[in-house]
């Protein structure tokens, strides 16, 4: 191969050691909330279904970024044409899911929060029913809210104000020491916010893995065509 398919390999060999690294560091994060994040996983599936599925998606996303990394790495080391041609492949069908995944959620995003509003009503009926079993809780210290409107909730339903709705979980929460925003305006500000950056940065990383697929092309071409000229 010429000096400039070295420069691809290379290249092409040090950005998927990256996304692997990265798809090791994503395995670990949804293992840990798996095991370790009871808040999430003591909301019942009859109240959201995606928060438990958040860690398990991400372990699932973290093999497969970590596979199909590990094909890169071992295609461009290698110079192996039929690996590398099988990451391309791999990496477009992940690019096109990722294209999908952002246009969905981007579409879907009024139903995303209306899901949260709605398990955050099935959550706080919960409540009232049982307090000791407060499933708001989990809310309140995620967005650092109160209640599902405000805090006026808690001595409306003539409940004591919990502990998550004040900074620092005190042993006692009074109403002007609580969050004064109810946890439905909370998670919209939130998701509000955070809605642009999961755009953009997909559309980063889509860039970025559009350039991978173009240099593994190019790499695969031109170890096909280093192995002609030896014969």
Known sequence: MNCGAHIVKYILFLFNFL???AGILLIVFGSLVLTNNDGIMKLPVDFVEFPQGIPIAAIVLGCVIFLISFLGCCGACKEN???TVLYSI???CLL???IAFIVVVWVKQDDIINGINTSMA???EEAVKNPNDNYMNVYQSAFQCCGVKSVQ????AQMPIPQTCCAGSPATC???QAYKIGCESAFDSWWRLNINLVKYVGI???VIELIAVIFSCCLAGAIRDSRRAQY
Request: net charge negative; with cysteine; aromatic share 8%.
């Open 204 to 206: 980063g990383i889509g």
């Open 174 to 176: 009074e109403a002007d």
């Open 153 to 156: 909730d808690y001595p409306d």
């Open 96 to 98: 096109i899911l990722q």
């Open 122 to 124: 099935k959550a706080w």
């Open 90 to 92: 791999c990496m477009l």
């Open 81 to 83: 044409n039929c690996m």
């Open 19 to 21: 996304c692997l690294v």
